[in-house]
């Protein structure tokens, strides 16, 4: 699986070059090499791709439920035989160690288990009837068409994770991959769905841009589901315009989550699950936290030991098996995060490590002493850079994740397991894990707050609800008396 190999659009089964004037050049984000280029899809491609899907469904759906399975089972069994080769694709096209990689197919291989599982799950339900002899039905039926636009960090899970399930109730997908993941976002996924047997059309990638087709993806009137992972800035755009159609949205938008400290908690082990939650992927992640909260009286412990584990971290090539930060996504990431940390010391903040900058990667830092109105702990970082704010008591530490970016939630370090579920329960929202880390634990975690719509709780019931809908039918039985 080359990255020329993959660098087409694939259509109705066919793997072909995009009929744009212009091509998508995939780098990679720690030496520069170029990868592969991809000559865009046209907005006629995008509608080919969504006419093949919306052909080939009206089948799928009637297909058994135990086929659709299959279909599953052998995407990940071949998942499983080509991790090696998916392991190096991942690190060249994102630029994440192999510790990173490894972790994103291990996930693609549980979700794709967890999907074949929900092929065989309840499609009907009945319900009472208040007039004799009547019966009521429920039937779960596939919405028929998903359009997935996916995102450059984790993209094979982000991709995968829409497009599993969606075949696995009966739909088809069109899948949009970002132009910095061309090939994990789409090509990969639907190699492997290909070799796997799925039907041709159910499963279709346009690799493109919005600067080429616009609205298209979109607006396009056969997808009756948009799936869309990205920023709140996009996500916003994608709701409105599909809003205004009465298309049905899965939104997976930016935000971060949080390391909060509570006195009691270990610090050795708080100290590992925010190393983790910081940088891994250089924060690349949903879920890294932007910022560690920490209980007054265990700041300057805490903060030692934080400063040291970050200083211990090696930077350089994520080929390396020893290096645990790698590059930023491009040059445009890595000047933004420096500018970043140059403006929050200049405002007063310290930084008791601060690695350089080499290119596209930025070496880790921990910043204090930040100003409560910086305007640092008021957005998404998405980098290597660790905030650390004190707070004095639950109720400070509450105010504090509240009013800021931390929609998903995050961990909560105590002695005491209960009192770390109150204190989840009092915030605003998301996912809290309890003394543990912020990363997802398998398909079924179910993450995500009011601040970010459905998104992470795609896996499981949550997909079903996404990507079926309810048809009644209502039967008579016996001789019905009407009234006129």
């Not at 997976?252 to 270990?266: H, K, R």
């Not at 140059?342 to 596209?360: H, K, Q, S, W």
């Not at 929202?429 to 880390?437: M, N, P």
């Not at 997909?463 to 039918?473: C, E, L």
């Amino acid at each position: 699986m080359s990255f020329n190999e993959l660098a087409h659009q694939y259509i109705d089964g066919e793997w072909l070059t995009g009929g744009g004037s212009w091509d998508i050049i995939d780098f990679n984000p720690y030496d520069g090499e170029k990868l592969c280029s991809v000559t865009v899809a046209t907005a006629a491609e995008v509608d080919l791709a969504y006419r093949a899907a919306e052909r080939a469904q009206r089948e799928w759906a009637t297909a058994h439920p135990y086929e659709r399975r299959a279909v599953l089972e052998r995407a990940e069994c071949l998942v499983g035989e080509r991790t090696e080769a998916i392991v190096e694709l991942l690190v060249d096209e994102l630029g994440g160690n192999r510790f990173r990689a490894e972790c994103e197919v291990r996930a693609v291989r549980a979700l794709l288990r967890e999907a074949a599982a929900q092929a065989l799950a309840p499609a009907a339900r009945l319900l009472p009837a208040a007039v004799d002899g009547k019966e009521n039905r429920l039937h779960r039926l596939p919405v028929g068409v998903i359009g997935v636009i996916s995102t450059y960090h984790f993209p094979f899970l982000v991709t995968m994770k829409s497009v599993a399930f969606a075949l696995a109730l009966g739909n088809a997908a069109v899948v949009k991959p970002h132009q910095e993941a061309p090939v994990a976002g789409g090509p990969l996924v639907a190699r492997i769905f290909e070799d796997a047997g799925l039907p041709a059309g159910l499963l279709n990638v346009t690799v493109t841009d919005s600067a080429e087709i616009g609205d298209a993806f979109i607006e396009h009137p056969v997808p009756r589901v948009i799936s869309f992972t990205g920023s709140d800035r996009v996500g916003r755009k994608v709701a409105a315009t599909a809003a205004g159609l009465f298309k049905r949205t899965v939104l997976e938008l930016s935000g971060s989550s949080a390391v909060v400290v509570l006195d009691d908690a270990d610090t050795d082990r708080a100290v590992r699950s925010a190393v983790q939650a910081l940088f891994l992927h250089q924060g690349q992640v949903g879920a890294a936290a932007n910022r560690v909260l920490v209980d007054r009286s265990l700041e300057r412990e805490f903060t030692g030991r934080l400063t040291a584990a970050v200083a211990a971290l090696k930077t350089g090539d994520p080929r390396d098996p020893e290096v645990h930060i790698g590059p930023v996504v491009n040059g445009s990431q890595a000047d933004a995060l420096t500018a970043l940390v140059d403006e929050a010391l200049a405002r007063g903040a310290t930084a008791p490590v601060r690695g350089r900058t080499r290119g596209n990667v930025v070496g880790p830092a921990v910043l204090t002493g930040l100003p409560e109105d910086s305007p640092l702990l008021g957005q998404e970082v998405f980098g290597p850079v660790a905030l650390v704010v004190p707070f004095d008591g639950e109720p400070d530490a509450v105010r504090i994740l509240d009013g800021g970016v931390c929609g998903r939630g995050g961990v909560v370090h105590t002695a005491d397991v209960e009192r770390g579920v109150r204190f989840a329960r009092r915030t605003g929202g998301g996912t809290f894990h309890i003394s543990a880390s912020t990363a997802r634990d398998g398909p079924p975690s179910a993450d995500g707050g009011p601040e970010v719509p459905v998104a992470e709780r795609l896996p499981g019931e949550a997909a079903v609800d996404a990507f079926t809908t309810w048809r009644w039918v209502s039967i008579q039985h016996g001789r019905t008396a009407f009234p006129f």
